[in-house]
Structures are given as C-alpha cells and as structure tokens.
C-alpha cells in the first residue's frame, strides 16, 4: 500500500479527490428534491462512482509507459465497439442524443471512454517520431486524422455535439503540440471550418442543435422555450452572492428550476449556494489540476509522454470551459457535464482515469535521465 501511495502526485490526488467531494455535497443538494424523496438513490450512486474512480486512478498512476501504450489500443478499439454499439438497439436515447449504452445491469457513455482512448491512441501514433522530425510528423498527420475520424464519426451520429467538440479540440491541440507543420494545420483548420459550414448549409444538424445554436445569440427570444435553460442558470448562479444560500439552502436549487441541475448545470447549484467564493474555490481546483498537467507536459521524457500529458489538459480544459460558459451564457448549451463534480459514473470515472495517467507520465520523467529525452 505505501509503495502505492507514493506514486502519487499529490498535487493532482488532492484536488481531484476535492472536487469529488464537492461534486457528491452538490449532487446530494440538487437531487434532494427529485422523486422519490428521501431516497438518496443519486447521493449513493455518485459515491460509489467517485470511489471506482479514485481507485482506478491509483492503478494508473502506477503504471509505466509500455503498459499505457498497451493499453492504448485496446481501449481505443473497445472505445469503438462501445460508440457503435450505442446505435444499435442496446442505445439509449436520452434528450435527444443516442449516447446511452443500457447492458442490463449497467448503462453507460461509451463516449466517455473514448477521450482517454483517442489521447492514448494519437499519442502513439504523434509521438512515434522523435523530437526535430517535422517532416514525418507531418506525413503521420493523415493516420492521426483517420484514428480520430472513427470515434468522431460516431458520435456525430449520435449525435452528440457537445463530446464531438471536445474530441475535435483534443485532436487538434495533440497535432499542435506534436510539432505538426503550420502549414498543415491551417489547411486542417480551414477544412474543418468549411465542413462545418457545409454542415449547416446541407440542414445535417438537428433541428435542436441549431435552436440552440441560434437562442445562444439571444435566450430573451424564446424565454420559455429553447433560452428556458440559459435565463434560469444565469439567474441561480447570480442569486448567491458572495457567500451563497448555504449548502441545502438554495431555493432555485430546491425548486428545480434550471433543468439537469445535478449533470450539465452543476455548477449552478454552486454559485447559489457557496456563492461566488465557493464557485470560485472550484474554478481554482479546477485550474490547479490542470497546471499541474501543464508542468508534467513541458517536463516529459518522451514525445509521447508529453502528448499523452498535453492531449489529458487539453480535453478537460475544453470540457470545463464549455461546461461553465453554459451556465454562464458564453458558450451554446450543448450538454457538456463538468469534469468530476457533475453527476454520473462514465464521466467521472474516466476524468480520475485521466488524472491516473497524468501521475503516471510524471512517474515517467521523474524515473528517466534527461538523456533519455530522444527516446520514441
């Protein structure tokens, strides 16, 4: 156990390990009200998935590099299997998106398994040629695109745009990050504006997809409607002040006035009661995870030790940024959970998988001589 315990960056355990606090006191909070009372079903189930999480994320602190990469395959490959399956009669459709996998006794979102996955993957793939080698960075460009392409693919048919962007984000950053040609990566930016373009052009968004598009430009146009959800997260997170209501104390929390206020719109429940200081608190837990991931990134070994670093930061900064420009109104609401303190299994899980990997990269270059930096 104690050999355990001291792989541990701690600096990552503890506000990891913070947030899933928090996450489980405003899950309990915002779920207290929901039917059937007094039944704690959420509170139970967010304990349990914070606690399968940490423990993974104790296993993964302790691997080594052969071991992630690996793994790197067959999570990508079941990753997959898991995006397709939901489009099968297994998929559960749920506010419209088709991201639910229902086993029975299980139900889970593939998608989340899919970003550590697809980090994995293109690391292995953007990482295989050593540091100063631009011209073959460049020529493993199309592989890279193909990998990310098929989980991309996928989820797009869901469809799923929020989880789309962030993949779409976490790809494009690892192709930075890898030293990729400028040239290279402007012509892939102005592909994927002009396919998002053709996208709208061509009505392949849904129909839902777009209103929300369109009411991020102004909620007050349809205030019952599709801009329902945006006035009233605005309204809660403002209603707390400084200091909050208190913790159980929130009445738009109690009355369940924001929609999925234990999932996307969590932080809502924060800003009313802990208020601007506790919202704030979890902003910087937030932000110190994620330094920390930026640290282990510029210290790698290895290309593919800072890709799999770089690639972890870029994916929950993206998911977070998201996540609280909705409830701010900065960002269109498209149902991004916030990473460890929203509610449910498949999304926390897979951010402490994260936060394992990250301690094991740091593991990595701690372990490895500087002269080691040109290994591949």
């Known amino acids: 156990m104690r050999d355990r315990l001291r792989v541990l ?4 355990c503890l506000p990891a390990t913070a947030l899933c606090v928090v996450g489980v006191l405003l899950v309990w909070s915002s779920t207290r009200a929901m039917p059937p009372e007094g039944s704690h079903t959420h509170l139970w189930r967010q304990i349990a998935y914070s606690g399968a999480g940490l423990a993974l994320m104790t296993i993964l602190a302790g691997a080594d590099r052969w071991s992630l990469r690996a793994w790197g395959p067959p999570a990508y490959l079941t990753g997959c299997l898991g995006l397709a399956a939901v489009l099968s009669p297994l998929g559960v459709t749920v506010n419209g998106s088709r991201s639910w996998l229902n086993l029975g006794v299980l139900q889970f979102q593939p998608s989340e398994l899919a970003k550590p996955a697809l980090v994995l993957a293109l690391a292995a793939l953007l990482g295989a040629a050593p540091d100063g080698e631009r011209r073959r960075r460049a020529s493993g460009l199309p592989a890279a695109l193909a ?12 469809p799923d745009l929020g989880t789309a962007l962030i993949l779409a984000a976490t790809t494009l950053s690892m192709i930075v990050i890898a030293g990729t040609p400028g040239r290279s990566i402007g012509l ?45 997260a605005l309204e809660t997170i403002g209603s707390g002040g400084l ?14 006035f924001v929609p999925e206020q234990h999932t996307d719109f969590i932080y809502t429940v924060a800003g009313e009661e802990l208020g601007f200081a506790g919202a704030a608190v979890v902003l910087v837990l937030l932000w110190s995870i994620l330094w920390r991931g930026l640290r282990i990134a510029a210290q ?20 977070a940024t998201i996540n609280i420009g909705m409830v701010l109104g900065l960002a269109p609401i498209i149902g991004v959970p916030l ?29 490895a001589p500087r002269t080691h930096v040109i290994w591949s």
């Open 188 to 232: 892939l930016a102005g592909g994927a504006l002009g396919a998002a373009a053709l996208a709208w052009w061509l009505d392949l968004l849904k129909p839902h997809q777009v209103q929300r598009l369109l009411v991020f430009a102004d909620p007050a146009a349809d205030p019952q409607g599709a801009g329902y959800n945006a006035i009233q």
């Open 147 to 158: 990998v990310a392409g098929v989980p991309l693919g996928l989820v797009m048919l869901q």
């Open 243 to 256: 200091l909050g209501r208190g913790l159980f104390h929130g009445d738009q929390t109690g009355g369940r």
């Open 300 to 319: 790698a070994a290895t290309p593919y030790d800072r890709l799999v670093a770089g690639g972890i930061v870029c994916w929950l900064a993206t998911q």
């Open 9 to 12: 960056d701690w600096r990552i």
């Open 339 to 367: 990473p460890l303190v929203s509610y449910g299994g498949s999304s926390v899980v897979s951010c402490l998988a994260a936060a394992g990997i990250l301690m094991s990269v740091r593991g990595e270059h701690r372990a």
